[in-house]
């Protein structure tokens, strides 16, 4: 677990949204401190993405604010809210016809930074992304999904920001190259004391990056505690039966590693 600090970084409050009579968000608590990790956790239509959109105001709310750094969020404009937020999502959105460079300067360019500065914190982030400099004047399309990840996150970096979202990052990569890629965002998240807010549905992923895990199942959020707090003093019966799912498979690993090789005398 990383140490933080007691700033608050994220405050959301009654945070909801209704499309008409449905409920997608039902009154949201949650704070974030600065240099924490939380995941939000639940099944598909659970409300997490939702939830992650309506911070960054991509989504805006029915009810409720979102304060970041003490600041209400509805207070900024948008272009510059989302400036100081890094956001990162699993279908990437890396820009086609822009080298692997330009992608990550995309940002700082907006915000008219000089030539020189733009140049060096490319290739900064390259080399924290742990992506080969050369790489710099390939396209998306010359790189594998693993790269492509890796080029999205540096350009989540790009302007510095000391928050990040992530909207299942790393679902679509085999397994080698999401754990690969899990620990490499946990280094870069504590080297920059980094405030996250991670969205997945994968219950080993949440408790592998985690400070904290927000459960959310139709669109509230029924428990909030640390990965040891929901193993063992589950809320409910629901948060009771996703926890067990990662217990399931431990103990079938187990049991295959402690098994008798056929033909092998006991």
Same mark, same amino acid.
């Given at each position: 677990?990383?140490?933080?600090?007691?700033?608050?970084?994220?405050?959301?409050?009654?945070?909801?949204?209704?499309?008409?009579?449905?409920?997608?968000?039902?009154?949201?608590?949650?704070?974030?401190?600065?240099?924490?990790?939380?995941?939000?956790?639940?099944?598909?239509?659970?409300?997490?993405?939702?939830?992650?959109?309506?911070?960054?105001?991509?989504?805006?709310?029915?009810?409720?604010?979102?304060?970041?750094?003490?600041?209400?969020?509805?207070?900024?404009?948008?272009?510059?809210?989302?400036?100081?937020?890094?956001?990162?999502?699993?279908?990437?959105?890396?820009?086609?016809?822009?080298?692997?460079?330009?992608?990550?300067?995309?940002?700082?360019?907006? /915000?008219?930074?000089? $030539?020189? =500065?733009? *140049? %060096?914190? @490319?290739?900064? &982030?390259?080399?924290?992304?742990?992506?080969?400099?050369?790489?710099?004047?390939?396209?998306?399309?010359?790189?594998?999904?693993?790269?492509?990840?890796?080029?999205?996150?540096?350009?989540?970096?790009?302007?510095?920001?000391?928050?990040?979202?992530?909207?299942?990052?790393?679902?679509?990569?085999?397994?080698?190259?999401?754990?690969?890629?899990?620990?490499?965002?946990?280094?870069?998240?504590?080297?920059?004391?980094?405030?996250?807010?991670?969205?997945?549905?994968?219950?080993?992923?949440?408790?592998?990056?985690?400070?904290?895990?927000?459960?959310?199942?139709?669109?509230?959020?029924?428990?909030?505690?640390?990965?040891?707090?929901?193993?063992?003093?589950?809320?409910?019966?629901?948060?009771?039966? /996703?926890?067990?799912? $990662?217990? =399931?498979? *431990? %103990?079938? @690993?187990?049991? &295959?590693?402690?098994?008798?090789?056929?033909?092998?005398?006991?």
């Amino acid at each position: 677990m990383t140490t933080v600090d007691d700033t608050v970084m994220i405050q959301a409050a009654g945070l909801t949204k209704r499309y008409g009579d449905a409920v997608v968000v039902d009154d949201f608590n949650l704070s974030v401190q600065a240099g924490e990790l939380v995941v939000l956790l639940g099944g598909s239509g659970s409300g997490k993405t939702t939830t992650l959109k309506m911070i960054n105001r991509l989504i805006e709310p029915t009810a409720g604010c979102v304060r970041l750094d003490g600041v209400d969020t509805a207070e900024l404009p948008p272009h510059e809210l989302r400036r100081r937020i890094g956001y990162v999502f699993q279908r990437i959105g890396l820009f086609p016809h822009m080298t692997v460079g330009e992608n990550v300067a995309v940002v700082p360019e907006l /915000l008219g930074w000089p $030539p020189g =500065r733009i *140049a %060096a914190r @490319v290739d900064e &982030l390259l080399n924290l992304v742990e992506l080969d400099p050369t790489l710099r004047d390939r396209r998306p399309s010359e790189l594998s999904g693993g790269q492509q990840q890796r080029v999205g996150v540096a350009r989540g970096l790009a302007a510095e920001p000391r928050v990040m979202l992530l909207d299942e990052p790393f679902g679509a990569l085999d397994p080698v190259t999401r754990e690969r890629l899990q620990q490499s965002f946990l280094r870069i998240r504590t080297r920059l004391a980094l405030t996250t807010v991670f969205v997945t549905h994968d219950m080993t992923e949440a408790l592998t990056l985690a400070d904290r895990i927000g459960v959310m199942h139709g669109g509230r959020l029924l428990q909030l505690g640390t990965p040891r707090d929901l193993l063992t003093r589950p809320a409910d019966d629901y948060v009771d039966r /996703l926890m067990s799912t $990662p217990r =399931r498979q *431990a %103990a079938v @690993v187990e049991a &295959l590693v402690e098994e008798t090789p056929r033909g092998t005398p006991s």
